[in-house]
């Protein structure tokens, strides 16, 4: 197990970026935070309560996950990743990551419910009797396709920060960076910058 999971930044835009954004740098260094099947547990766990597929989940310290599991979901992430890309650059997707979307969507047995928050509150739901890994795998997936095929990919944006391979929405008119990290990165090499160029006069 490594550390990467703790350090993955997880902005809570979507699931399906928060995916994606496992892939992500800290200190000048690419990482990858799912790297081994405990990773892929220790962060389903983590975003289980966002998830809701089923309160079992939520309530577990993750599922059980496999080699096979890690692959299927480094496939979707590479696809959601790689699908982000072009519609920030205004590029048609690949075929081949909308069907590994697709696929991934199929895969968990899932069926809609109504839940009553304790607000009173109306919530859709998807549950399945007996989760497992590829119950995640779907509702991920059904979230990048919601994200892809909705009115949010209008927000979809990449970091601007200089080698940051995250994505966010653009939830205020403002926001330029993924996080508050890259903001303050940028505005402190903005700064250092300036005073070069001053001290240079």
């Not at 080699?67 to 650059?89: H, K, P």
């Not at 009797?129 to 995640?136: G, L, R």
Request: proline share 6%; glycine share 4%.
């Amino acid at each position: 197990m490594t550390d990467s999971v703790r350090e993955a930044p997880v902005y809570a835009d979507t699931l399906a970026l928060d995916l994606a954004n496992t892939v992500y740098m800290s200190r000048g260094k690419y990482l990858d935070a799912l790297v081994d099947p405990e990773d892929l547990r220790k962060w389903t766990a983590k975003v289980a309560p966002r998830l809701r597929i089923s309160p079992s989940v939520e309530r577990a310290d993750g599922l059980a996950a496999d080699d096979a599991d890690l692959e299927e979901f480094r496939t979707l992430r590479d696809a959601i990743r790689s699908v982000a890309a072009d519609v920030v650059t205004g590029k048609p997707p690949a075929t081949m990551h909308v069907e590994a979307m697709n696929a991934a969507a199929a895969r968990g047995p899932r069926r809609p419910v109504l839940s009553l928050g304790s607000d009173g509150s109306l919530h859709k739901d998807a549950v399945s009797d007996a989760p497992t890994m590829q119950t995640v795998l779907s509702a991920l997936a059904e979230d990048a396709i919601d994200l892809f095929g909705g009115d949010r990919r209008q927000l979809l944006r990449a970091c601007q920060a200089p080698n940051c391979p995250l994505y966010f929405l653009k939830d205020h008119a403002r926001r330029e960076w993924c996080g508050p990290s890259c903001g303050n990165r940028v505005r402190a090499a903005r700064a250092y910058r300036k005073r070069i160029a001053s001290a240079a006069k």
